[in-house]
């Protein structure tokens, strides 16, 4: 259906630990856009990834949306404490502001 | 950098209440949102607005529900009898489309208790 499926649910790493989040659709999609709630937050927008293939960088943030537009992926490299929080990939629906959030990776970091 | 501003923060009502969300969106917004998270669980759409009127409303967003523009700056949401399973995080949010993409700026939220 509309929902993008993302793994895993959970993720513990130790304060310097890569982590990785995948987010994978049924059907292709136009646009993936991530976003990050920290705990007892809101939804912040982090990007939106458009091209197929597309591959873009925040900081120690890289974001990639796969070649046949039905999966994405969020790497942070060394991770920080300040990194915890769930991340969310997002898909659009057929009208604008209309989101259908994944259920999201929620990140632990042991310092 | 702007930001979408909700009242109350938290809001505990009886079952069967109304209750109204307050929110006040960024003000060069035109698209606005309501959206809400049952503890633990994923984000849910409820309903977009534009030029005074519903663009889209989820499965969830039944009759008991509504929202109006009621000046220029606040937009709200209100539950006309509250139900236990209305218990959730409401985060309002508002877009501005000539940005180029749909970049939702969400609000600290509402944490509504129905008891």
């Known amino acids: 259906g509309q929902q993008v499926m993302q793994i895993p649910q959970y993720q513990h790493v130790q304060e310097g630990e890569d982590f990785t989040t995948y987010c994978n659709s049924s059907?292709?999609?136009?646009?993936i856009q991530w976003y990050k709630q920290r705990p007892g937050g809101h939804p912040v927008f982090l990007i939106q990834?458009?091209?197929?293939?597309e591959v873009k960088k925040q900081k120690r943030l890289t974001f990639q949306f796969g070649e046949a537009k039905k999966n994405s992926s969020l790497h942070i490299t060394a991770t920080q404490t300040t990194d915890v929080g769930t991340y969310f990939c997002?898909?659009?629906?057929?009208?604008?502001?209309?989101?259908?959030f994944g259920r999201g990776t929620q990140l632990t970091v042991w310092p | 950098e702007p930001e979408v501003t909700q009242t109350p923060s938290h809001q505990v009502t009886q079952m069967g209440q109304e209750v109204i969300l307050r929110c006040v969106p960024i003000?060069?917004?035109?698209?606005f949102y309501w959206y809400r998270q049952i503890l633990g669980q994923k984000v849910e759409f409820l309903v977009s607005?534009?030029?005074?009127?519903?663009?889209?409303k989820s499965e969830i967003f039944d009759d008991q529900f509504s929202v109006e523009r009621p000046d220029g700056s606040n937009f709200t949401l209100k539950i006309r009898s509250t139900k236990l399973e209305d218990s959730a995080m409401y985060f309002c949010?508002?877009?501005?489309?000539?940005?180029?993409?749909?970049?939702?700026?969400f609000g600290s939220g509402t944490q509504l208790s129905v008891l």
């Open positions: 949010a508002s877009s501005d489309p000539g940005q180029g993409y749909e970049k939702l700026f």
């Open positions: 059907t292709t999609l136009s646009n």
């Open positions: 990834l458009v091209k197929s293939g």
């Open positions: 997002v898909r659009r629906g057929s009208t604008l502001g209309r989101l259908y």
């Open positions: 003000s060069n917004h035109l698209y």
């Open positions: 607005f534009y030029n005074n009127e519903i663009s889209e």
